[in-house]
């Protein structure tokens, strides 16, 4: 069954694809804000910022990302 990340992931990706990233953004803030430990929302959040040329806080997702994701593998 998916889990609730995942639900989050295919609603913000359906949004980006849609030419809506804004709001996917919005769907991800709201999922960190939840649950900042969401490694897979920082790095697809990330991503989208990035595509928005929001450079500064798409590289403080990705570093989160990574940190996170480096907890997994320890």
């Not at 992931?9 to 919005?26: H, I, N």
């Amino acid at each position: 069954a998916p889990t609730e990340e995942d639900r989050i992931d295919a609603l913000a990706g359906l949004l980006e694809e849609r030419g809506r990233g804004t709001d996917a953004v919005a769907v991800y803030d709201r999922a960190l804000e939840a649950d900042a430990d969401l490694a897979d929302a920082h790095y697809n959040l990330g991503l989208i910022l990035d595509a928005l040329g929001r450079r500064a806080p798409a590289m403080i997702h990705l570093r989160a990302a990574r940190r996170l994701y480096g907890r997994r593998s320890a």
